[in-house]
T-cell receptor, first 114, second 114 residues
């Protein structure tokens, strides 16, 4: 049962344009959402997060939008840079007491072309 | 400052064998979590430890066990290895429990079971 879904396995965007990565979730107990970025041979690196009490969070070139009614979140990267090429994972947590278990999606591979 | 470190980097075992993976958290971090990432999938939660106590367990068989030591480092043990245990095993540390505390991931241990 995939509780966090990233339906696009890959995405190619031109440098300078906007990259939009999407994520859907099914568990209404999730109350905190995160995006991680992963380069080959490295562990995932935290990028940005959003609490369920917000609908938008911005950090530099990265903005995460949350639509709770649709159980959907998206990550916008503007402008996209070649160094952004990596696998992006959406993750969710919450509803598990004090434990902070993360439930990950399957990832979207972003390629930013020149 | 050193990040999360894991050893070994790579490991090859045969079916039926036992393996021990090690993780050293960031200095000052008291919580350690373990994740399994199978090729083409997102990381899947195995265990979380805090102050040497298990605080969360994912949907993994009893062949998987872990512990946390007084210095907050951790070991993940897998008995009776199966081919399906081949994966990247990631360790993550965070200062405390709770969804608002960012989890920092190590580079992982690549386990191959032949």
């Amino acid at each position: 049962d995939q509780q966090v879904k990233q339906n696009s396995p890959s995405l190619s965007v031109q440098e300078g344009r906007i990259s939009i990565l999407n994520c859907d979730y099914t568990n209404s107990m999730f109350d905190y959402f995160l995006w991680y970025k992963k380069y080959p041979a490295e562990g995932p690196t935290f990028l940005i997060s959003i609490s369920s009490i917000k609908d938008k969070n911005e950090d530099g070139r990265f903005t995460v939008f949350l639509n709770k009614s649709a159980k959907h979140l998206s990550l916008h990267i503007v402008p996209s840079q070649p160094g952004d090429s990596a696998v992006y994972f959406c993750a969710a947590s919450g509803g598990t007491g004090t434990a902070s278990k993360l439930t990950f999606g399957t990832g979207t591979r972003l390629q930013v072309t020149l | 400052d050193a990040g999360v470190t894991q050893s070994p980097t790579h490991l090859i075992k045969t079916r039926g064998q036992h393996v021990t993976l090690r993780c050293s958290p960031i200095s000052g971090h008291k919580s350690v979590s373990w994740y399994q990432q199978v090729l083409g999938q997102g990381p899947q939660f195995i265990f979380q430890y805090y102050e040497k106590e298990e605080r969360g367990r994912g949907n993994f068989p009893d062949r998987f066990s872990a512990r946390q030591f007084p210095n907050y480092s951790s070991e993940l043990n897998v008995n009776a290895l199966l081919l399906g245990d081949s994966a990247l095993y990631l360790c993550a540390s965070s200062p405390q429990l709770g969804t608002l505390y960012e989890q920092f991931f190590g580079p992982g241990t690549r386990l191959t079971v032949l």
